[in-house]
């Protein structure tokens, strides 16, 4: 009796650590199927992060959507270190970095409030980011999405498969 109490503690301990780990996940219908459309790059320089983007590829998440499919469509999370604070020049709009899909620069920007419903559903979701839904002209090709940092010459490339309609 005395060595078959600490087995039967251990088997409940590990029954209850498992069923809180594998069977109490909440995360939505939505956050699931935009997990693998979801990518982070970062631009390094003598190991500092320069800048951090992460893009969700929409066209696949909601293959459904006439505004998202028109054009290749990206949301678009992105920090850059040392930014203007003045708005007009932070984020895409800094002149030291530039946004190109397949050496391509984009057709249009939307900045995505803070308490849009599509940011709760989206995964890599942060208070420092800026975003933007980025649309891009339709391509037939693998999708390498680059953030360029012009003054040390610098790149962050995130390659995604192209969605099938």
């Known amino acids: 009796m005395k060595i078959g109490l600490p087995f039967v503690l251990i088997a409940f301990a590990l029954i209850g650590c498992g069923r809180s780990a594998f069977f109490d996940f ?13 990518k982070r790059g970062e631009i390094v320089d003598r190991f500092e992060s320069k800048a ?3 893009a969700s590829y929409l066209n696949a998440i909601y293959p459904d959507n006439k505004d998202y499919n028109a054009a290749e469509t990206f ?3 992105l920090y850059i270190a040392n930014d203007f604070s003045a708005k007009e020049r932070a984020g ?17 920007v939307e900045i995505v409030d803070k308490n849009s419903v599509l940011l709760k ?7 420092w980011n800026k975003y933007y839904i980025v649309r891009f002209a339709k391509t037939s090709e693998t999708l390498n999405l680059t953030l360029y940092e012009s003054d ?14």
């Open 75 to 77: 949301l678009i999370g």
């Open 92 to 108: 895409l709009n800094n002149p030291n970095y530039s946004l190109a899909l397949n050496g391509e620069k984009y057709l249009n």
């Open 121 to 127: 559903l989206m995964p890599l979701i942060n208070r």
């Open 152 to 165: 040390a010459n610098l790149s962050a490339t995130i390659s995604f498969q192209k969605s099938t309609p």
């Open 26 to 38: 909440t995360g939505s219908a939505a956050y699931a199927e935009a997990l693998p459309h979801t």
């Open 52 to 54: 951090l983007i992460s």
